[in-house]
Protein backbone atom coordinates (compact mmCIF):
# COMPACT_ATOMS: atom_id res chain seq x y z
CA UNK A 1 0.00 0.00 0.00
CA UNK A 2 0.99 3.37 -1.03
CA UNK A 3 0.74 6.56 1.11
CA UNK A 4 0.40 9.24 -1.44
CA UNK A 5 -0.01 13.01 -1.13
CA UNK A 6 -2.41 15.06 -3.08
CA UNK A 7 -1.63 18.78 -4.12
CA UNK A 8 -3.61 19.64 -6.73
CA UNK A 9 -6.98 18.53 -8.23
CA UNK A 10 -5.18 17.34 -11.09
CA UNK A 11 -4.20 14.40 -9.64
CA UNK A 12 -5.60 11.30 -10.67
CA UNK A 13 -5.98 10.25 -7.70
CA UNK A 14 -8.22 13.26 -5.90
CA UNK A 15 -11.46 12.15 -8.14
CA UNK A 16 -10.96 9.03 -6.35
CA UNK A 17 -10.76 10.47 -3.40
CA UNK A 18 -13.55 13.22 -3.47
CA UNK A 19 -16.07 10.27 -4.86
CA UNK A 20 -14.77 8.01 -2.06
CA UNK A 21 -15.62 10.97 0.20
CA UNK A 22 -19.35 11.17 -1.48
CA UNK A 23 -19.73 7.74 -0.70
CA UNK A 24 -19.08 7.73 2.47
CA UNK A 25 -20.12 11.59 4.27
CA UNK A 26 -23.51 13.03 4.07
CA UNK A 27 -23.12 15.96 1.51
CA UNK A 28 -22.64 18.93 4.22
CA UNK A 29 -19.44 17.04 5.40
CA UNK A 30 -17.77 17.30 1.79
CA UNK A 31 -16.46 20.43 0.09
CA UNK A 32 -17.25 21.08 -3.63
CA UNK A 33 -14.75 19.42 -5.68
CA UNK A 34 -13.66 22.72 -7.57
CA UNK A 35 -13.23 24.40 -4.01
CA UNK A 36 -10.40 21.87 -3.28
CA UNK A 37 -7.90 24.07 -5.38
CA UNK A 38 -6.59 26.39 -3.51
CA UNK A 39 -6.72 24.50 0.02
CA UNK A 40 -4.86 21.53 -1.44
CA UNK A 41 -2.15 24.40 -2.29
CA UNK A 42 -1.71 25.14 1.39
CA UNK A 43 1.60 23.71 2.65
CA UNK A 44 0.04 23.57 6.15
CA UNK A 45 -2.98 21.31 4.51
CA UNK A 46 -2.00 17.77 4.31
CA UNK A 47 -3.62 15.39 2.25
CA UNK A 48 -3.23 11.61 1.87
CA UNK A 49 -4.34 9.26 0.35
CA UNK A 50 -3.49 5.30 0.65
CA UNK A 51 -3.21 3.55 -2.98
CA UNK A 52 -3.60 -0.08 -3.23
CA UNK A 53 -3.72 -1.64 -6.69
CA UNK A 54 -3.84 1.41 -8.02
CA UNK A 55 -7.09 2.22 -6.85
CA UNK A 56 -7.81 4.86 -3.33
CA UNK A 57 -9.21 2.70 -0.54
CA UNK A 58 -8.11 5.40 2.33
CA UNK A 59 -7.36 9.39 2.59
CA UNK A 60 -7.03 11.33 5.65
CA UNK A 61 -6.96 15.13 5.52
CA UNK A 62 -4.67 16.62 8.90
CA UNK A 63 -3.18 20.40 9.62
CA UNK A 64 -0.43 21.67 12.09
CA UNK A 65 -0.98 25.30 13.39
CA UNK A 66 2.75 26.14 14.24
CA UNK A 67 1.73 29.33 16.49
CA UNK A 68 -0.83 27.34 18.20
CA UNK A 69 1.15 23.89 18.69
CA UNK A 70 -1.93 22.33 17.98
CA UNK A 71 -3.12 20.05 14.77
CA UNK A 72 -6.44 18.99 13.62
CA UNK A 73 -7.32 15.78 11.47
CA UNK A 74 -10.09 16.95 9.19
CA UNK A 75 -10.66 13.33 8.12
CA UNK A 76 -10.15 9.75 7.96
CA UNK A 77 -11.72 7.22 5.36
CA UNK A 78 -11.66 3.86 5.47
CA UNK A 79 -12.58 2.54 2.21
CA UNK A 80 -12.55 -1.32 2.56
CA UNK A 81 -12.54 -3.67 5.02
CA UNK A 82 -9.70 -6.14 5.56
CA UNK A 83 -6.50 -4.46 4.45
CA UNK A 84 -5.21 -2.89 7.54
CA UNK A 85 -6.02 0.59 6.04
CA UNK A 86 -6.87 1.84 10.15
CA UNK A 87 -3.34 0.97 11.39
CA UNK A 88 -1.69 2.04 8.30
CA UNK A 89 -3.30 6.00 7.79
CA UNK A 90 -2.65 6.79 11.60
CA UNK A 91 0.82 5.47 11.46
CA UNK A 92 2.13 7.20 8.46
CA UNK A 93 -0.15 10.56 9.69
CA UNK A 94 1.70 10.76 12.69
CA UNK A 95 5.15 10.18 11.59
CA UNK A 96 4.39 12.91 9.09
CA UNK A 97 3.28 15.36 11.76
CA UNK A 98 5.55 14.69 14.01
CA UNK A 99 8.14 14.93 11.30
CA UNK A 100 6.77 18.69 10.37
CA UNK A 101 6.65 19.55 14.02
CA UNK A 102 10.83 18.54 14.12
CA UNK A 103 11.47 20.20 11.16
CA UNK A 104 9.74 23.53 12.61
CA UNK A 105 11.43 23.41 15.68
CA UNK A 106 8.19 23.45 17.69
CA UNK A 107 6.12 21.36 19.67
CA UNK A 108 2.72 19.34 19.43
CA UNK A 109 0.05 19.59 22.38
CA UNK A 110 -2.60 17.83 20.81
CA UNK A 111 -4.51 17.08 18.22
CA UNK A 112 -8.34 18.44 17.46
CA UNK A 113 -11.14 16.28 15.80
CA UNK A 114 -14.67 16.36 15.42
CA UNK A 115 -16.30 13.29 16.26
CA UNK A 116 -19.32 11.86 15.68
CA UNK A 117 -22.52 11.25 17.81
CA UNK A 118 -23.22 7.90 17.29
CA UNK A 119 -26.37 8.35 18.83
CA UNK A 120 -27.21 11.11 16.61
CA UNK A 121 -25.49 10.06 13.36
CA UNK A 122 -27.38 6.71 12.99
CA UNK A 123 -29.38 7.57 9.88
CA UNK A 124 -25.83 7.46 8.15
CA UNK A 125 -24.80 4.71 6.30
CA UNK A 126 -21.10 5.91 4.99
CA UNK A 127 -21.30 3.69 2.09
CA UNK A 128 -22.00 0.63 4.15
CA UNK A 129 -18.19 0.34 5.11
CA UNK A 130 -18.31 -1.05 8.85
CA UNK A 131 -15.38 0.11 9.62
CA UNK A 132 -16.63 3.65 9.19
CA UNK A 133 -19.55 3.05 11.26
CA UNK A 134 -19.78 5.72 14.02
CA UNK A 135 -20.17 3.63 16.47
CA UNK A 136 -16.65 2.12 15.62
CA UNK A 137 -15.29 5.54 14.57
CA UNK A 138 -15.87 6.42 18.18
CA UNK A 139 -14.29 3.29 19.86
CA UNK A 140 -11.02 3.28 17.62
CA UNK A 141 -10.56 7.38 18.54
CA UNK A 142 -11.10 6.77 22.34
CA UNK A 143 -8.26 3.68 22.13
CA UNK A 144 -6.40 6.48 19.88
CA UNK A 145 -6.32 8.72 22.98
CA UNK A 146 -9.16 11.08 21.73
CA UNK A 147 -11.00 12.03 24.72
CA UNK A 148 -14.50 14.73 24.25
CA UNK A 149 -14.89 18.27 24.83
CA UNK A 150 -16.97 19.17 27.53
CA UNK A 151 -18.91 21.95 25.49
CA UNK A 152 -22.13 21.59 23.23
CA UNK A 153 -20.62 21.66 20.08
CA UNK A 154 -22.16 22.78 16.28
CA UNK A 155 -19.98 23.97 13.25
CA UNK A 156 -21.08 25.39 9.97
CA UNK A 157 -21.59 23.18 7.29
CA UNK A 158 -19.31 23.21 4.74
CA UNK A 159 -21.94 24.04 2.13
CA UNK A 160 -21.47 27.30 3.06
CA UNK A 161 -25.24 27.69 3.44
CA UNK A 162 -24.81 29.24 6.96
CA UNK A 163 -26.90 25.59 8.39
CA UNK A 164 -25.83 24.43 11.71
CA UNK A 165 -24.26 20.71 12.21
CA UNK A 166 -25.03 19.35 15.46
CA UNK A 167 -24.27 15.69 15.35
CA UNK A 168 -20.61 15.88 16.01
CA UNK A 169 -18.67 16.11 19.51
CA UNK A 170 -15.38 18.13 19.28
CA UNK A 171 -12.90 16.22 20.64
CA UNK A 172 -8.74 16.60 21.31
CA UNK A 173 -5.84 14.11 21.98
CA UNK A 174 -3.19 15.46 24.48
CA UNK A 175 0.25 14.75 22.98
CA UNK A 176 3.52 14.37 24.76
CA UNK A 177 4.58 12.25 27.71
CA UNK A 178 2.11 13.92 30.59
CA UNK A 179 -0.92 13.46 28.21
CA UNK A 180 -2.31 10.99 30.27
CA UNK A 181 -2.80 13.40 32.98
CA UNK A 182 -4.10 16.22 30.92
CA UNK A 183 -7.56 17.18 31.97
CA UNK A 184 -8.55 20.18 30.65
CA UNK A 185 -7.33 22.63 28.42
CA UNK A 186 -7.16 26.30 27.97
CA UNK A 187 -11.11 27.53 26.66
CA UNK A 188 -9.16 30.22 24.72
CA UNK A 189 -7.06 27.99 22.40
CA UNK A 190 -10.07 25.95 21.68
CA UNK A 191 -11.91 29.38 20.38
CA UNK A 192 -8.74 30.57 18.91
CA UNK A 193 -8.64 26.98 16.72
CA UNK A 194 -12.42 27.22 15.73
CA UNK A 195 -12.03 30.66 14.86
CA UNK A 196 -8.95 30.08 12.38
CA UNK A 197 -10.06 26.77 11.23
CA UNK A 198 -13.47 28.14 9.57
CA UNK A 199 -12.50 31.42 8.70
CA UNK A 200 -12.82 30.03 5.00
CA UNK A 201 -16.57 29.87 5.64
CA UNK A 202 -18.34 33.19 5.59
CA UNK A 203 -21.80 32.13 6.20
CA UNK A 204 -21.62 31.02 9.52
CA UNK A 205 -24.50 30.33 12.09
CA UNK A 206 -25.40 32.07 14.58
CA UNK A 207 -25.23 29.05 17.41
CA UNK A 208 -21.68 28.87 16.23
CA UNK A 209 -20.58 32.38 17.20
CA UNK A 210 -22.97 32.13 20.50
CA UNK A 211 -20.67 28.98 21.56
CA UNK A 212 -17.42 30.57 20.47
CA UNK A 213 -18.75 33.49 22.53
CA UNK A 214 -19.55 31.31 25.84
CA UNK A 215 -15.95 29.81 25.01
CA UNK A 216 -14.34 32.98 25.56
CA UNK A 217 -15.86 33.47 28.88
CA UNK A 218 -14.39 30.32 30.32
CA UNK A 219 -11.48 29.70 31.27
CA UNK A 220 -10.57 25.71 30.60
CA UNK A 221 -12.55 22.80 29.21
CA UNK A 222 -12.40 19.62 30.75
CA UNK A 223 -11.26 16.53 29.05
CA UNK A 224 -14.47 13.43 29.18
CA UNK A 225 -14.20 10.10 27.91
CA UNK A 226 -15.66 9.18 24.79
Known sequence: MEYHRITNITDPYFKQMHELMQTVFPPEEVLEYELWAEPLQDP???VFVAV???????????RYYEDMQVAMTDFTIIGREGLGI???????????????VREQGSRLLGMFAEIYNPYLAQDHSFGGVKPMDPFVRREVLAHLGYRKLDLAYVHPSWHNDGAAVQELDLGFMPFGDDADTVEAIPASL?????????????????????MVAALKQRAHVSLLPL
Open 190 to 210: ISGFLERYYAVLPNKPAAWYD
Open 44 to 46: GIR
Open 86 to 100: GPFLVKHRTNDLLSL
Open 52 to 62: YEGQVVGATEY
